[in-house]
């Protein structure tokens, strides 16, 4: 069971308002939440004193939610307190992580759930940036943005295509007539390639080397970043990548670097892609990493690099909780 809170506010005491403002308030929850109205147990209002022509419960009724027990309670008349505000709580069975809706005025309730907040985490190939980045969207309730995958899935198209991707021309070739997508699918990140979904296909070793090379096109990159943007204005999400807090979004106000040992780096994959039944040797991935590393360092357009008012964490002797902890102990620390 989870308890997932809400608030909002109406401009002035009127039936019609605590209705619209009830009705806009459970529905967000219920979509944000994913939630049915057999899971609901039970949704308790509570409404400042200034708030006297309709009962929230009642308004919840009356939109649809009636199928559990209600209840409205008046608050304490608080000096300071905000205005015309109404809060519920709704009790659900459900055991993901909750997420909590605060509407109009009652925003500045929470400032930290209700203002978009951007997390930019860069580093190179194997430091665990896409592991730690999704584990930290879960426990704040925000979107992974996998920014690599968008490149992945223009290798993968340059292979179905037999395009050269060492040759510009060829590239942009397959670019110019790409149709990618984002969706998020039961809180993961769904790729689409031409409306097909692509998120297994893209993980493999050839196509993250030929996505190294693509990602270096400025063209591919104005197309992506264009996209990443758009998302981040929007959505609160971390982002992972080589160039996030420098290129991406050098504005955002959270930004990591995380890094390792390239011996560490490629232990990691090796044993990743062992457990996976891949028979690839480790000298192998090791070479595969230092490539990596060097064609992202050095490549004209927006390398890799350690933005200047990011925080380093070296991740060679933690594990993947504790670099968890220690970014999410640094964002709530600032916010």
């Given at each position: 069971?989870?308890?997932?809170?809400?608030?909002?506010?109406?401009?002035?005491?009127?039936?019609?308002?605590?209705?619209?403002?009830?009705?806009?308030?459970?529905?967000?929850?219920?979509?944000?939440?994913?939630?049915?109205?057999?899971?609901?147990?039970?949704?308790?209002?509570?409404?400042?004193?200034?708030?006297?022509?309709?009962?929230?419960?009642?308004?919840?009724?009356?939109?649809?939610?009636?199928?559990?027990?209600?209840?409205?309670?008046?608050?304490?008349?608080?000096?300071?307190?905000?205005?015309?505000?109404?809060?519920?709580?709704?009790?659900?069975?459900?055991?993901?992580?909750?997420?909590?809706?605060?509407?109009?005025?009652?925003?500045?309730?929470?400032?930290?759930?209700?203002?978009?907040?951007?997390?930019?985490?860069?580093?190179?190939?194997?430091?665990?940036?896409?592991?730690?980045?999704?584990?930290?969207?879960?426990?704040?309730?925000?979107?992974?943005?996998?920014?690599?995958?968008?490149?992945?899935?223009?290798?993968?198209?340059?292979?179905?295509?037999?395009?050269?991707?060492?040759?510009?021309?060829?590239?942009?070739?397959?670019?110019?007539?790409?149709?990618?997508?984002?969706?998020?699918?039961?809180?993961?990140?769904?790729?689409?390639?031409?409306?097909?979904?692509?998120?297994?296909?893209?993980?493999?070793?050839?196509?993250?080397?030929?996505?190294?090379?693509?990602?270096?096109?400025?063209?591919?990159?104005?197309?992506?970043?264009?996209?990443?943007?758009?998302?981040?204005?929007?959505?609160?999400?971390?982002?992972?990548?080589?160039?996030?807090?420098?290129?991406?979004?050098?504005?955002?106000?959270?930004?990591?670097?995380?890094?390792?040992?390239?011996?560490?780096?490629?232990?990691?994959?090796?044993?990743?892609?062992?457990?996976?039944?891949?028979?690839?040797?480790?000298?192998?991935?090791?070479?595969?990493?230092n490539e990596r590393d060097f064609q992202d360092k050095n490549r004209a357009i927006a390398p890799l690099k350690q933005a200047d008012d990011a925080i380093v964490i070296d991740?060679?002797?933690?594990?993947?909780?504790?670099?968890?902890?220690?970014?999410?102990?640094?964002?709530?620390?600032?916010?």
């Amino acid at each position: 069971m989870r308890a997932i809170r809400g608030a909002t506010t109406i401009s002035t005491d009127s039936p019609e308002e605590v209705k619209v403002a009830v009705k806009d308030l459970l529905e967000q929850i219920a979509l944000v939440n994913r939630i049915e109205q057999e899971d609901i147990i039970c949704i308790m209002f509570s409404s400042t004193g200034d708030i006297k022509s309709f009962y929230p419960a009642k308004a919840a009724r009356e939109a649809g939610f009636s199928a559990c027990p209600l209840y409205s309670s008046t608050e304490p008349d608080i000096q300071g307190a905000l205005k015309l505000c109404i809060r519920v709580m709704v009790l659900a069975e459900i055991e993901r992580q909750a997420h909590h809706v605060y509407l109009n005025g009652a925003k500045v309730l929470r400032k930290d759930l209700t203002e978009v907040v951007n997390i930019a985490v860069d580093g190179p190939a194997g430091s665990g940036k896409s592991t730690v980045c999704k584990l930290i969207a879960e426990k704040m309730g925000i979107l992974y943005l996998d920014t690599g995958a968008m490149y992945r899935a223009i290798a993968l198209q340059c292979i179905r295509q037999n395009a050269d991707y060492a040759e510009k021309d060829s590239v942009k070739h397959v670019v110019e007539k790409l149709k990618i997508k984002i969706e998020y699918r039961d809180g993961r990140q769904v790729t689409l390639l031409d409306g097909e979904d692509v998120s297994d296909q893209i993980r493999t070793p050839q196509v993250s080397l030929i996505a190294s090379y693509v990602s270096a096109y400025g063209f591919v990159r104005q197309k992506m970043v264009a996209l990443q943007r758009e998302i981040a204005k929007k959505t609160s999400c971390i982002l992972d990548g080589r160039d996030i807090g420098t290129n991406v979004l050098p504005d955002c106000r959270f930004k990591f670097y995380l890094t390792a040992s390239a011996e560490i780096r490629a232990k990691r994959r090796y044993d990743d892609e062992k457990y996976k039944g891949s028979e690839q040797s480790y000298e192998s991935v090791l070479s595969e990493i230092n490539e990596r590393d060097f064609q992202d360092k050095n490549r004209a357009i927006a390398p890799l690099k350690q933005a200047d008012d990011a925080i380093v964490i070296d991740t060679s002797d933690m594990n993947i909780d504790e670099v968890v902890a220690e970014i999410i102990k640094s964002i709530q620390e600032k916010v």
